[in-house]
């Protein structure tokens, strides 16, 4: 018989295996024979054992932390530098919103009339581009600041104050790059001479003053909530590839539905202006814009920022939702209120981590003072006879007579000296024990390990 093969001379024809069993139907039953299952499958196919998913992602504990990282480094950007990545910013947006508006104010009306939704959908394939250009390339943008500065506030890493300043600073400087982005590529250029894309223009500009302050709060929520899904999808995708696909596909949804973006109107309206559109700055500003960059913060920062927070966060970062097991301590479910925030977060209570650490050192303490207290012991113990050579009788008593003066509480003479002496009279001892070859009654091996 063949090492690693079945024998087969005990077992009836009828139920030996055969290599087109799954094929075969019994002749008694009339019924195909039960296939293996998987999981047997996996425990004796070596192919499956060593089967192991390949991860082409981040996990979304690296993402929150790399989020985390990434707000605080904005935060600390000098202020020019804030001021001429947010600017650049708006000038993506800007180039993108020109090239977007282009090909959605050629459409004509025939298409229109039958699918009204044609030139937004055809916006929301090319404006997506000035995202690609900002995450790729660099840029401070406001959106994204509003999930990147909310995660270190949650975490109590940044202060309110820090917070509003950034996103202040940020959202002028790309409104100023948004106004000179159009004014450059868009309004000295003439592009738009056809009197059906001016008036595309200048409808798309009119009607934003005329959303009102609730709608434009409102629609601004789910906007910025889609284009900060975007942003973290696309730090936990490894390859070029992926970060343009998860770019683009939200923020195709927040554009075909309409909802209200504050720098994405900060293009549409100067767009419309630059070619005879007719608005009131002011109302624009006052009901639509300030709206709609609130609702944007919320979207963004409490929605994205905060939810992702509590949920890749709440254990010390070693749990989420991707792994199978949570270990959950007392020390992890401790709850502790940080009074600058207007939240209870979940953290870790330091103090009780500090106490166990606390602990561990005084336990450990005690057990080396327990040893030393052994070896001192074993050292009084010692009773000196004639089978033990090459031991100095004289340094032996010293040392014990050392040891009673200190356990009686009496002042020590030579204080200095005891550990020298002590680890002498117990080298002899040793020594001695050791040269006794025959292993005599009452010779004593002490071993010293000094700690």
Partial sequence: MVLGSKDLTHVPLDEQEHPNDHERVHEKTGRRPLSQSPRKKKETDPALMDFELSRDINLQTEVQHQIEILGLKKQALPVWKIWVLGTLSGLWMSIAATFANMAASSIGDG?????????????????????????????????????????????????????????????????????????????????????????????????????????????GIPANLMICTSIQMGISARD??????????????????????????????????????????????????????????????????????????????????????????????????????????PTVDKGARNAEQLLSVRASLADTLRKIEEVEQQLLDVELTDEMVNIDSEAVEAAKSELRRRRGGAPSSSSMELPSTLRSSLHHL??????????????????????
């Fill in 111 to 219: 298409v229109t009339k039958y699918v009204p939704v044609a030139p937004k959908f055809v916006v929301s394939i090319f404006a997506p581009v000035a995202m690609y250009f900002i995450v790729v390339f660099g840029g401070e943008f406001y959106s994204g600041n509003c999930m990147f500065l909310s995660v270190g506030w949650f975490k109590g890493k940044l202060t309110t104050i820090q917070v509003l300043i950034n996103w202040i600073q940020c959202f002028l400087a790309n409104s100023l790059g948004c106004i000179i982005g159009i004014w450059m590529f868009a309004s000295l250029t003439e592009l738009f001479q056809d009197e059906d894309q001016i008036e595309f223009l200048k409808r798309n500009a009119e009607a934003k003053q005329h959303v009102g302050m609730w709608l434009s709060f409102i629609r």
């Fill in 240 to 345: 070029m590839q992926g970060k343009l696909i998860v770019l683009h596909f939200p923020l195709m949804m927040y554009t075909v539905c309409g909802f209200e973006h504050a720098l994405t109107n900060m293009v549409v309206v100067p767009l419309g202006i630059a070619y005879g559109a007719q608005v009131n700055i002011g109302s624009w500003l006052l009901t639509n814009i300030i709206p709609a960059a609130i609702g944007n913060a919320i979207g963004g920062g409490l929605i994205i920022g905060g939810v992702e927070t509590l949920l890749f966060n709440w254990d010390k970062g070693e749990g989420n939702t991707n792994e199978v097991q949570h270990t959950h301590s007392v020390e992890k479910s401790m709850l502790k209120y940080n009074p600058f925030s207007r939240i209870r977060v």
């Fill in 430 to 451: 040793q020594s001695g024990a050791a040269s006794n070859s025959e292993g005599a009654p009452g010779d004593v091996a002490v071993t010293v390990r000094e700690q």
